[in-house]
C-alpha cells in the first residue's frame, strides 16, 4: 500500500510539474485559442504558448486568416507579458522568451497584415494599439505613439465602413475603446 501512495505522489509531483498537466484538450483552434488565454493569465507561460501555437497552425491549415490573426494577437501578448527586459531572472531560466519583445512585435505585425488583407479596421486597430504599447515598454516613445494615433484611426474608418465591427475590451477603467487609447496616448506622448 505504501508503495502505492509513494508512486502515486511520484506521478502527481512529476505531472504538477509538466507545463501541460491540466491542460484542457480540444481540437477546435477557438477553443484551443481561448484556454490559451486562460492559462496566460494563470501564468502557466508554456502551456499557454504552446496551445496558442497550436491554433496558430490549425488556422493556417485551414486557411483561415481571421483566427490567424487572432493567434497572431495572442502569440504576441503572450510573449510582450513575458518578455520583460526588467526582469533578467526570467531569461536565466525562459531565454526563448525575448527580452528585447522581438517575438512580439514579430507577431503583432503580422496580425496587423492579415487582418488589413480582411479589411478588419477595428481589428487592425487593436492590433495597432498592442503593437504602441510594445513600443512603449521598450522606450521607443515616438513609435508607439504614432502606433496610438493609428490605432484611432483604424478604428474609426473601420466603424465607417462596418458600424457593428466595434469590440468590448477587457479593461474596466474604460468604456471604449478609443477612450482607452486616448488615456494611454495621455500618460506616455507629450
Do not use: W
Amino acid at each position: 500500500m505504501l508503495v502505492r501512495v509513494c508512486l502515486l505522489v511520484s506521478v502527481f509531483s512529476f505531472l504538477v510539474g509538466c507545463s501541460s498537466a491540466l491542460t484542457p484538450y480540444t481540437d477546435n483552434p477557438d477553443q484551443k485559442l481561448s484556454y490559451a488565454y486562460y492559462l496566460m493569465n494563470q501564468d502557466r507561460v508554456y502551456s499557454a504558448q504552446r496551445l496558442g501555437e497550436e491554433a496558430l497552425e490549425d488556422f493556417t491549415a485551414l486557411n483561415d486568416k481571421f483566427g490567424m490573426a487572432e493567434s497572431h494577437i495572442f502569440l504576441s501578448s503572450l510573449y510582450k507579458k513575458h518578455a520583460n527586459p526588467t526582469n533578467p531572472n526570467f531569461h536565466l531560466v525562459a531565454p526563448d522568451f525575448d527580452p528585447k519583445k522581438g517575438k512580439a512585435i514579430f507577431h503583432a505585425e503580422h496580425s496587423i497584415k492579415l487582418f488589413s488583407q480582411l479589411e478588419h479596421l477595428t481589428q487592425v486597430a487593436k492590433a495597432e494599439f498592442v503593437l504602441a504599447n510594445f513600443y512603449i515598454s521598450t522606450n521607443k516613445i515616438t513609435q508607439g505613439c504614432e502606433f496610438y494615433d493609428k490605432s484611432l484611426i483604424s478604428y474609426d474608418k473601420g466603424l465607417a465602413l462596418e458600424p457593428n465591427s466595434g469590440f468590448e475590451i477587457n479593461n474596466p477603467h474604460y468604456d471604449n475603446f478609443p477612450e482607452m487609447v486616448k488615456a494611454f496616448r495621455a500618460d506616455h506622448c507629450a
